[in-house]
C-alpha cells in the first residue's frame, strides 16, 4: 500500500517508475545480483555463528565493525577474516569455509558426546 513517488530498482537503485508497479528490479541482471548479496549475507551470518560456537574461533568486534579469528593450536598462530574480506569472497567460496567449520563442530560435538566433555 505504498503511493511512494520513489519507485527504484532495489540493486543498483536506478528509476524504475517506468516499469511495472510490483517489478524490484531494472534489469534480470540486478535481480541477479541483489540475489547473490542476500545469500552472501546469510552465508556470513551461518559462518559468524558457526565461529560463535566453536572452540578457538571467535567473533571479535572493533569500531569498524568485527572480525572472526581462529587460533591455530598446533601452529600457534590466529587467522583472522575481516567482513570486507568475506564479502569479496565468492558464495562458493563461502560455502566451502562453512563446509569445514561445520565438520569441525560436528567433530567437536561428536568428541563431547563420547568423551562426556562439556
Ligand atoms: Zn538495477
Known amino acids: 500500500m505504498s503511493n511512494n513517488s ?7 537503485g536506478v528509476d524504475i517508475s517506468n516499469k511495472r508497479i510490483d517489478a524490484k ?8 545480483r541483489y540475489c547473490r548479496s542476500r545469500k552472501k549475507d546469510q552465508l556470513i551470518e551461518e559462518l559468524v555463528e558457526l565461529f560463535r560456537q566453536l572452540p578457538n574461533h571467535s567473533v571479535q568486534f ?4 568485527f572480525y572472526l579469528e581462529e587460533w591455530d593450536v598446533i601452529n600457534r598462530t ?12 565468492s558464495n ?18 561428536l568428541a563431547n558426546l563420547l ?3 562439556s
Open 62 to 65: 572493533t569500531d569498524k565493525g
Open 6 to 12: 520513489e519507485h527504484c530498482c532495489l540493486s543498483c
Open 92 to 109: 562458493q567460496q563461502l560455502n566451502g569455509l562453512i563446509e569445514g567449520k561445520k565438520w569441525r563442530l560436528a567433530g567437536e560435538n
Open 25 to 32: 528490479y531494472c534489469s534480470g541482471r540486478c535481480r541477479m
Open 78 to 89: 590466529t587467522q583472522k577474516w575481516y567482513l570486507s574480506e568475506l564479502k569479496s569472497m
Open 115 to 117: 568423551f562426556n566433555r
